[in-house]
């Protein structure tokens, strides 16, 4: 597939180019590509490929789900403190050293998923908004926008492991 082709499937699976979404998560924070790639636990020429469309998309869960952490990170990056990012920043890259039993993976690889789909249509605060709308109307639906759009990993992980029985 072409270049173009890729960046256009990624806007499908994430509402915008990698490269874009990527600089929009680390420019407040003021992290380099090689900073990014560790962090996400990716190499950097794999992000590289993925920034430039040379890939389509991110194949590991984790990965994903440090991505998102990320653009959460970096959407209140404003009102952090530097050591309050750069330790946020360490809790990100452990993720995948607090996921080492099966029923944990599959909650933060079915959480990620979900994360993602939400986020390729609205970004934390429409969530929290949507969820504060259906608040008395549907507390289970409110929930999961909350939990999905901008609650912690912990919370999305607890939430997606106590449904996990019901998919």
Excluded: C, W
Excluded at 150 to 164: C, M, N, Q, V, W
């Amino acid at each position: 597939m072409s270049v173009e082709e890729n960046i256009r499937r990624q806007r499908e699976l994430y509402g915008e180019p990698l490269g874009e979404l990527v600089r929009r998560a680390t420019a407040p924070l003021g992290l380099t590509q090689a900073t990014t790639a560790k962090v996400l636990g990716l190499s950097p020429a794999m992000l590289s490929h993925l920034m430039t469309g040379q890939r389509v998309k991110i194949a590991n869960p984790i990965a994903l789900g440090r991505l998102h952490a990320l653009i959460d990170l970096g959407a209140s990056a404003g009102e952090l403190t530097t050591s309050q990012i750069n330790a946020r920043l360490d809790e990100i890259r452990e993720l995948s050293s607090e996921l080492t039993t099966g029923a944990r993976v599959m909650a933060a690889e079915g959480g990620a998923v979900v994360r993602g789909v939400l986020r390729a249509v609205a970004s934390g605060r429409e969530l929290q908004q949507a969820a504060d709308a259906l608040r008395d109307v549907a507390p289970g639906l409110a929930d999961v926008l909350r939990i999905y759009g901008s609650g912690t990993d912990e919370e999305l992980r607890t939430h997606f492991a106590s449904i996990r029985h019901l998919l």
